[in-house]
């Protein structure tokens, strides 16, 4: 599996902006999928992942309520609408693919795509 990750820029705070992660290789639909994030000088941290049937979400507590994980298997893709974004939101987010449950581990994941940077302005 293959991601491109799409759609980071720069937006003042209180703003939104859609990610976007499309999927090229088969099975896509089997996978659970993640996204991450990595400020500056900062690690890799957790934001959101869904389960392969879009059934099942989790979220970071800080994202929780602006934030918004789905997935489209029919299109290959998963996405994460951001909402209320806020300057701490600024980093490059990642998004992966598991083969098995969503989780909230980078470790677990088995693909990752390039990233994409966020900035959010005060």
């Known amino acids: 599996v293959q991601l491109q990750a799409s759609g980071g820029g720069l937006v003042q705070a209180g703003g939104s902006l859609r990610l976007s992660c499309a999927a090229s290789?088969?099975?896509?639909?089997?996978?659970?999928m993640g996204w991450f994030r990595q400020a500056p000088g900062k690690g890799r941290d957790f934001v959101a992942a869904?389960?392969?049937?879009?059934?099942?979400?989790y979220y970071t507590d800080s994202v929780k309520g602006r934030f918004t994980i789905s997935r489209d298997n029919a299109k290959n893709a998963v996405y994460l609408q951001m909402n209320s974004l806020k300057p701490e939101d600024t980093a490059v987010y990642y998004c992966?693919?598991?083969?098995?449950?969503?989780?909230?581990?980078?470790?677990?994941?088995?693909?990752w795509g390039q990233g994409t940077l966020v900035t959010v302005s005060s």
């Open positions: 869904i389960s392969w049937s879009g059934r099942t979400t």
């Open positions: 992966a693919a598991n083969w098995g449950n969503p989780d909230t581990d980078d470790y677990v994941y088995d693909y």
């Open positions: 290789g088969r099975a896509f639909s089997r996978y659970a």
